[in-house]
């Protein structure tokens, strides 16, 4: 499956965005879906992730509350909703797909093997 992440932007703090994650090649109904982020200079975190058969959802500490992941298998597309941003939200924003029909390994920690190329949030006033 190949993933292309976009919706990405310039947002004031306390604003929104919805980020897309359209996939091709591949129905999504068999892979779990996460989203991670890397902001300069630090490390790639998880922010959230979504089993296969969608009965499992993580979201990290830091966003938690605020971020809403979801997915829409008929459009082969993943969502991340973003509400109320802050700066510290800043970073690329990459999704991230894992093939597992049994969806039993879906968490922000575990292998993701297929990528899309990032999308830039910046929370900026």
């Known amino acids: 499956v190949q993933l292309q992440a976009s919706g990405g932007g310039l947002v004031q703090p306390g604003g929104s965005l919805r980020l897309s994650c359209a996939a091709s090649?591949?129905?999504?109904?068999?892979?779990?879906i996460g989203w991670f982020r890397q902001a300069p200079g630090k490390e790639r975190e998880g922010v959230s992730s979504?089993?296969?058969?969608?009965?499992?959802?993580y979201y990290s500490d830091s966003v938690k509350g605020r971020f809403t992941i979801s997915r829409d298998n008929n459009k082969r597309t993943a969502y991340l909703q973003m509400n109320n941003l802050k700066h510290e939200d800043t970073a690329v924003y990459y999704c991230?797909?894992?093939?597992?029909?049994?969806?039993?390994?879906?968490?922000?920690?575990?292998?993701?093997?297929?990528w899309g190329q990032g999308t830039l949030v910046t929370v900026s006033s």
């Open positions: 979504m089993s296969s058969n969608l009965e499992t959802t």
């Open positions: 090649g591949d129905r999504l109904d068999y892979y779990n």
């Open positions: 991230a797909a894992s093939y597992d029909p049994y969806g039993l390994a879906a968490g922000l920690r575990a292998e993701y093997h297929h």
